[in-house]
């Protein structure tokens, strides 16, 4: 897996009401991503399914500003994560913390 390509295919997804999460890859870049543009401290990244749970909490009384951002975290929410927790998952967790040009292909 590219790290860019799950980066592209959020970005791409964040733009349809009716895109779906498939893989850990891209939970863990919305993530980050997540907390970048609600300036919250990052969860620890111990397990997938951990992740999700902490940012869902974390998200709870966050109104998001901008359509992109509902769409990521209704994936995120409904996202049935797998035990898959590999180095490009670190990766594009960090890759969304990190990222500078948000929504930009």
């Known amino acids: 897996m590219v790290p860019s390509l799950a980066r592209m295919s ?26 970048r543009l609600t300036g919250t401290v990052p969860p620890s990244l111990e397990t997938p399914v951990q992740l999700q749970e902490d940012m869902m909490k974390l998200l709870e ?7 992109r951002e509902k769409v990521v975290i209704k994936m995120l929410k409904f996202y049935k994560p797998d035990g898959l927790l590999d180095d490009q998952v670190r990766e594009l967790y960090r890759m969304g913390l990190e990222e500078k040009t948000p929504w930009k292909r």
Not at 10 to 35: D, F, P, R, W
């Open 61 to 67: 009384n966050y109104s998001p500003e901008d359509d």
């Open 10 to 35: 959020v970005i791409i997804k964040s733009q349809h009401e009716t895109s779906v999460m498939t893989g850990n890859y891209e939970m863990a870049y919305i993530c980050g991503l997540l907390c």
